[in-house]
Each structure stands twice: as structure tokens, then as C-alpha cells.
């Protein structure tokens, strides 16, 4: 296990320009497989968003696709991002291992500021457009920010788990345990029912229904992290049919085995078409401008890594208790102390 990212490893080569400007890289000093603490200071709060319908096309590609496609296309920077995904844990599996268009809970860091994100998967479906396969997706989410004391409350003990992460076992169940209490405790004045999950803040019944809940209560844990370095261009109707937004993204997450990978994926939003009908036409247009700038299947990468299985692993590790650790504090043996 290597205490830094691959990413690191090219920077020697012609990625090192495009990554400049895009935010600074974790120091070694955070031990094997560690990230950078995310940053806690966050700015004011805001009321949640209504729920947003959101049609992306996107192809994941190679590291030499990325490249290419980097200098070719009028792309410009956005700051680094931390994203972490919550997910309930009953004590063998997370939810949405079983159920995959699940509701997904999601922080964001980025420029000093915390977001929280619910979303779901309204459709899903490749789509062949110039030869290439093209993943249409269509997602709803509800999301704003964070007040920072709620911010800090959360990340912090989120930010613990993952740095026990390889260590795996009970050490990192009590720290996914702490994690669960700081949600249950974050429903500041006006929380969100975030649409489908019902309130009160995720309640014992609000993300399972009863025939559904294991027989101990679920926790609701880290299940995955990542930090995106992104690029965006925006196409005019007038260069591309209807007119796309261009997303780049280098993203660094584990695999299944622990091991930090580098993954490319471009993405791309229909600026002027709606629709079913005009996402499919937006597909087709995307397509054509990859493949009119080399793309062949040659350039899609397979599936990215595994992250939560990972996790699920280093959750399900049994590992020796020492016989100093301390006994959980009165009312709360059903949680981990933190």
C-alpha cells in the first residue's frame, strides 16, 4: 500500500500541466493509504435547494484520452474537491450494495465550503453514438450547505474513519459508530426531509421500510471517499449541435483491494435539448465530437475500482480488542464511543 496516490506518479510527465492550478496534492506524512484531512472551515448556511433533475452523458477513458482531450478542448480549471458518501450499514452489507439506485447521501468540500447532497437514480442506459458506449444518466437530488459547526461536528469523525481505514476491524467500527451519532445529531433548526427520506433526520424507519430492517438498528457510516480534480468547457449550438457543457474529471478513490487509482471519465450536460428525446440527440452529438477528436473504443477505460467493498471489508475484519479500551458511555451501548 502506497502512501500516496499514482496520480503523484505523473507528475514527471505531461500530466503535471494539466493538473496545474487544480489544488495541492496530500503530503506523505499521513501514513499508508491516508488522504488529507478535508478542509472544516465552512461559510454561512443556506436554505436546500428544490429538487433538481439533472441529464448527464459520460464515457470513462484512459489516461491518454484524457491528455488529448485536455489540450484540445477549450477547458478550463475548477478547484479540487473531497467528496464523502454515507450509506446505512446493518453489520454485514451497505444498502445500496443490494440496491443500486438507492438514494445516495454525499458531502462535498471544496474552497473552504460543505455541501450536502441526497440524490437517486431516476434512469440509467448506454447508448451507442459514433461507436463509442455512452452512459445516459438522469439523476434527481436535493442538496445545500452546511452550517460550520454542523460541518465540523460531521467531517471530523468521518475524516477519523477513513484514517482507520486499512486498520480495518473493531477500531474502525467505533469509528463509523461515532460518525452515525454526529448525523443523528445534525438536525439543526429547519433540517431538510431530503424528498424521500422522511424527517425527522434520518430517523431509525427513514431510509428502510419495516419489513426491510435488520435486526439491529442501522448505522449510517462512511462507505467511500474521493477527490476529483475537474475541467469545464462549455460548447456553443453553434460548434456542437444543441450546445454541451464539458466536464473532465481525473478522480482519485480506492479499488476493491485498498490500492488508490487514478480514473478519467469526460461527461457531458445538454445545454438547449430536453428530454428524453433531446438527451439521446445530445448523446449523439457527444459522441460525434469524441470520435472527430480521435476517440476510439480503444480509448474507454473499464469500471472503475471498488471503494465500498473495500470498506465493507476492513468493516467486517475481526481484529483483536485491547483489554485498556474504554467501555461505552451509559445509554449509548448500541453506539460505539467515539
Not at 442506459?125 to 452512459?135: H, K
Request: charged share 20%.
Amino acid at each position: 500500500m502506497t502512501p500516496r496516490s499514482p496520480c503523484l506518479r505523473l507528475l514527471a510527465g505531461p500530466l503535471a500541466a494539466a493538473l496545474a492550478g487544480c489544488g495541492a496534492f496530500p503530503p506523505a506524512s499521513l501514513g499508508p493509504g491516508a488522504r488529507p484531512a478535508s478542509p472544516l472551515a465552512v461559510r454561512g448556511g443556506a436554505e436546500p435547494t428544490a429538487a433538481t433533475t439533472e441529464p448527464e452523458v459520460r464515457l470513462p477513458i484512459t489516461e491518454g484520452a484524457f491528455l488529448r482531450l485536455r489540450a484540445a478542448l477549450p477547458f478550463k480549471a475548477q478547484a479540487a474537491r473531497v467528496d464523502h458518501d454515507y450509506d446505512l450499514w446493518d453489520g454485514r452489507a451497505f444498502r445500496r450494495v443490494a440496491e443500486p439506485v438507492a438514494p445516495r447521501l454525499r458531502l462535498k468540500v471544496r474552497d473552504g465550503q460543505v455541501a450536502w447532497q441526497v440524490s437517486r437514480v431516476l434512469e440509467r442506459r448506454t447508448l451507442e453514438a459514433a461507436g463509442l458506449p455512452i452512459g445516459l444518466t438522469v439523476q434527481q437530488s436535493h442538496q445545500g450547505r452546511l452550517k460550520p459547526a454542523t460541518a465540523q461536528a460531521i467531517l471530523a469523525p468521518t475524516e477519523r474513519f477513513f484514517l482507520h481505514l486499512d486498520e480495518g476491524g473493531e477500531r474502525l467500527r467505533q469509528q463509523g459508530g461515532a460518525v452515525d451519532l454526529a448525523w443523528r445529531a445534525a438536525a439543526w433548526p429547519g433540517a431538510p426531509a431530503f424528498g424521500w427520506w422522511p424527517a425527522p433526520l434520518l430517523s431509525e424507519a427513514s431510509l428502510l421500510a419495516p419489513d426491510q430492517l435488520p435486526p439491529a438498528r442501522p448505522m449510517l457510516m462512511p462507505a467511500a471517499m474521493k477527490r476529483r480534480h475537474g475541467w469545464k468547457a462549455v460548447l456553443p449550438p453553434e460548434q456542437v449541435g444543441g450546445g454541451l457543457k464539458l466536464f473532465l474529471h481525473l478522480d482519485e478513490a480506492r479499488d476493491e483491494a485498498g490500492r488508490w487509482r487514478d480514473s478519467f471519465e469526460i461527461e457531458a450536460e445538454p445545454i438547449a435539448r430536453q428530454g428524453p428525446a433531446g438527451l439521446e440527440a445530445a448523446a449523439t452529438e457527444f459522441g460525434r465530437l469524441l470520435v472527430a477528436h480521435g476517440l476510439t473504443r480503444e480509448d474507454v477505460a473499464p469500471p472503475r475500482g471498488n471503494a465500498v467493498a473495500y470498506t465493507t471489508g476492513q468493516l467486517l475484519r475481526v481484529t483483536p480488542v485491547s483489554p485498556f479500551m474504554a467501555p461505552p458511555l451509559p445509554g449509548l451501548e448500541g453506539h460505539p464511543r467515539p
